[in-house]
C-alpha cells in the first residue's frame, strides 16, 4: 500500500502501479499518519484496531499493513469495495 499523509480528507483512493493508495489527514511525524492508517482500514473493515499492524515501513511511504484474521486477496477486495 502507498500512504500519502497530509491530504486534505482521510479515504482509499483506489489503485496506484499495483498498490492501494491511502490518504490520510495526519502528518508523518511521531507515528501518526500509520495511526490514521489503521483507524482507516479498521473502520473500512468494521474490525479492532487491535487487529491492524504495519508489518514494513513504518516509517515509508510504502507499507505492508497485517489484517489479522484476513488474507491477502480477501483484504484488498474488501478495500476495493468501499
Known amino acids: ?24 489527514t495526519a502528518p508523518p511525524v511521531d507515528g501518526k499518519a500509520n495511526d490514521a ?3 482507516l482500514i479498521a473502520k473500512r473493515l468494521r474490525v479492532p484496531i487491535s487487529r ?3 508489518v514494513r515501513g513504518e516509517s515509508a ?18 478495500l476495493a469495495a468501499g
Open 61 to 78: 511511504r510504502h507499507k505492508l499493513v497485517e489484517v489479522e484474521g484476513i488474507d491477502d486477496a480477501e483484504l484488498r477486495r474488501a
Open 52 to 54: 491492524i499492524s504495519v
Open 37 to 39: 492508517v489503521r483507524r
Open 1 to 24: 500500500m502507498r500512504v500519502q499523509p497530509r491530504s486534505r480528507k482521510s479515504e482509499i483512493a483506489g489503485e496506484r502501479a499495483g498498490a492501494l493508495l491511502v490518504k490520510v
